[in-house]
């Protein structure tokens, strides 16, 4: 049975393994239990269903809240060569007709359905005379009426379950807190169901904290560095989305805004340039998002802080969902939060509520200036603890140094003190920096004693030090005075009474300092290129998004290894039989075509028998290329054995009889089918040459299948 299933996995998702979870899931559910699933985003959650629903005669249900995510999963899975179907509001009246002979005839693997039609009695009158394989009810956690995405739909979905008593149900979902899952459990009814819960860690997800200065002269660098790639920049207003993506654009960059001001048909314009890789970067508000099954999102930038944790991994869950890596970068800044705090207090909520919303802000403010391992900080906030740290955030990566930060906390505090309270951060720094700002000559800051007294010192790291005396408490921004800055009780002591501080010198990321690149680097990115051009050619030719044809992975696989043959493409990832079929001969003819030209790296595998196939096609004969190749004639004919297996060469009988071939083929098979062709040429006493037995076995294993 496991056999079959890596069969089934190979065959149509062109996978090698199994994530760990994912095989109890489908050995659980092929055993007909009911199991409640919780991975990540990107975990590889549609695979739990979909295999089973291979596996298992009949058509799976699955019920899934968002008719965007279901028409993905269904293009997805045509593309693999998997028939499914989607209904829901969007279908029309031909369209389910077709779906319900499909149906009948078990031709349909999979059957997503909205939470609304499922439960409709038409519906479950007809799909209980069909054959149902399994029902998978995904994005479980909108049956919590305490999330954001509460359906009331999905309250009733246990009324199916007395419709099919022993079909398998599978709820999956990303959402990782235990009173969901407990909800889930209850309200979905599910049967004795088993708990698969993976850790909520996003291993492919960098994240670094920058402070919040210059911040759309960063970004623009940034995005003009990775012009290919495609990201989300969440902002707070939307004036700044508007403003961020203008500034792109007139970097040449395909950037859009997208914000709830914007009519419905536009944002739904805009999604669809994005999903297809014709808009790049998204400018938007929180409100972008739901709905967004992209997977080759490589960044999600914050350009204003979230308002909790809980968002703010929503947010850069989306990045990264092929399991590449993907940076996550959240410009942090103490205003930001202060504008957020008073949304808070300018709501209409309970206070109870406010309170809440409150703490978590404080605890989004805590990430902000962490000096320690970022992920285990926010896994620890979802009830996830550890003492290993992660290795891909920004503390991980370049630990921030602690040192006796006393002398220079005395500056800052001292500053504030002699500007008797009255001025805010980026004013405090300038002072402390020595700036030649007009208004501090105008208010006479540049008379005080500490102007000037931090100008060996960054702006950015300044910045850094002032957040780090807000997070210990020796400084606190009044929210009640435009954000000034107010020297606390502690923050006196250090003052008079000689009080220690500590402070991280944070190694500030700035993402330019790229590692030269190797000629072979350079190589594949020009591929990768060439490769990404032509996904969008068949992507726009059949209008489906570019990564349904190969994802990033498959394609970034496709490069490094360079297949010249299908059988090589075989082996890439990702790349199943109906996709090996349908897109393989093109792209191998674009990867020949690149790396035959002059400067190509060497060692590419195969490269020296496309050669020799090139002159062959060109009507050469075996004495003119060994003379062209500067190659012997023997090495040259075991380049055409090496292409008549993988089958690039369709007959051999031009270089050597077919009696000839018998002859020595059932010599081989006399000899226990030896690799050592010196015992054959032993065996015919020097009647045949090797290059004659090299043929002559191809030709045989080839007739023979083998
Ligand atoms: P989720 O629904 O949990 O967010 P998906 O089911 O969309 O995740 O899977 C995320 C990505 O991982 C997809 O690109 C998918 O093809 C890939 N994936 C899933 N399972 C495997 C596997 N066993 N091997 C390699 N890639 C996989
Ligand atoms: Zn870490």
Redesign the pocket.
Same mark, same amino acid.
Do not use: H, I
């Given at each position: 049975m496991q056999h079959q299933l890596k069969k089934l996995?190979k065959q149509y $998702?062109g996978? &090698?393994? $199994? =994530?760990p979870t994912?095989e109890d899931v489908i050995n659980r559910t092929l055993s007909g239990k009911d199991s409640l699933v919780i991975?990540?985003? #990107? #975990? #590889?959650? @549609? /695979?739990?269903y979909?295999l089973p629903a291979l596996a298992k005669e009949g058509t799976a249900l699955v019920i899934s809240p968002l008719i965007a995510l279901m028409e993905d999963q269904v293009q !997805?899975l045509l593309a693999n060569g998997v028939s499914a179907a989607a209904l829901n509001s969007n279908t029309t009246a031909n369209e389910i007709r077709a779906i319900e002979h499909e149906l009948s005839n078990q031709t349909l693997k999979l059957l997503y359905v909205s939470p609304e039609r499922a439960l409709q009695s038409n519906f479950i009158s007809f799909i209980n005379q069909q054959k149902i394989s399994l029902v998978a009810i995904?994005e479980a956690h909108c049956v919590s009426i305490w999330g954001n995405d509460f359906r009331p739909e999905y309250m009733h979905l246990p009324a199916l379950m007395k419709y099919f008593d022993d079909t398998p149900f599978i709820a /999956?979902t !990303?959402t990782a807190d235990k009173a969901t899952q407990r909800e889930i459990m209850e309200k979905l009814k599910l049967r004795d169901a088993e708990l698969f819960l993976s850790s909520f860690e996003r291993k492919n997800l960098t994240t670094t904290v920058l402070p919040a200065n210059k911040r759309i002269d960063y970004i623009t660098d940034y995005v003009k560095s990775r012009k290919d790639e495609c990201g989300i920049i969440y902002c707070l207003s939307r004036k700044s989305t508007e403003k961020v993506a203008q500034a792109l654009i007139k970097e040449g960059i395909d950037a859009a805004y997208y914000h709830a001001d914007i009519s419905a048909s536009e944002r739904q314009q805009i999604q669809k340039s994005f999903q297809q890789d014709d808009i790049k970067v998204i400018c938007a508000t929180i409100a972008f998002g739901m709905g967004i &099954?992209k @997977?080759n999102i490589r960044y999600v930038i914050h350009h204003n802080l979230p308002k909790n944790l809980e968002s703010y991994y929503q947010e850069i869950g989306r990045a990264g =969902? &092929? #399991?590449l890596p993907s940076e996550c970068i959240l410009f942090f800044s103490y205003g930001d939060g202060q504008i957020l705090q008073k949304f808070i207090e300018e709501s209409q909520a309970e206070e109870v509520f406010k309170n809440v919303q409150r703490a978590k802000l404080s605890r989004m403010l805590e990430f902000g200036s962490a000096t320690s391992c970022r992920t285990n900080f926010i896994l620890s906030y979802f009830g996830e603890h550890r003492t290993e740290n992660c290795g891909h955030c920004d503390n991980c990566l370049h630990p921030p140094r602690s040192f006796d930060g006393t002398v220079i906390a005395q500056k800052a505090l001292s500053a504030v003190v002699r500007m008797k309270q009255q001025v805010g951060t980026n004013m405090l720094v300038d002072v402390l920096r020595g700036s030649n700002r007009k208004d501090i000559q105008e208010l006479g800051y540049n008379q005080i004693k500490t102007f000037g007294a931090g100008s060996d010192i960054s702006r950015d790291t300044w910045l850094s030090f002032i957040s780090q005396l807000i997070n210990q408490g020796f400084l606190e921004l009044d929210f009640t005075d435009g954000n000034k800055l107010k020297v606390t009780e502690i923050g006196k002591m250090v003052l008079f009474n000689g009080h220690k501080v500590k402070l991280s010198q944070v190694q500030l990321f700035t993402g330019k300092s790229a590692p030269k690149k190797s000629k072979k680097m350079m190589f594949e990115e020009g591929l990768i290129g060439s490769l990404r051009k032509l996904r969008k050619e068949i992507a726009d030719a059949e209008g489906v998004p570019a990564?349904v044809v190969f994802?990033d992975?498959t394609l970034q696989e496709m490069a490094a290894e360079k297949p010249l043959y299908l059988s090589q493409m075989a082996q890439i @990832?990702?790349i199943g039989k109906h996709k090996l079929n349908k897109y393989g001969e093109i792209f191998i003819k674009k990867i020949q075509e690149e790396t035959l030209g002059g400067s190509t790296p060497k060692n590419i595998k195969g490269k020296t028998y496309l050669e020799t196939l090139k002159l062959i096609q060109a009507g050469k004969s075996v004495s003119e290329i060994s003379i062209l190749r500067k190659l012997n004639e023997i090495t040259i004919y075991s380049h055409i054995a090496y292409l008549f297996e993988k089958e690039e060469i369709s007959n051999i009988e031009i270089y050597i009889e077919k009696g000839k071939c018998i002859e020595i083929g059932k010599a081989w098979e006399d000899l226990n089918k030896t690799d050592n062709l010196k015992v054959l040429f032993d065996h015919f006493k020097r009647k045949y040459e090797y290059y004659q037995l090299r043929l002559g076995v191809s030709w045989w294993k080839k007739e023979m299948g083998e």
């Open positions: 996995l $998702f996978y &090698d393994q $199994f =994530r994912q991975m990540p985003t #990107g #975990g #590889g959650k @549609s /695979l739990c979909q !997805a995904d /999956l !990303a &099954d @997977s =969902r &092929d #399991g990564y994802n992975q @990832s990702g």
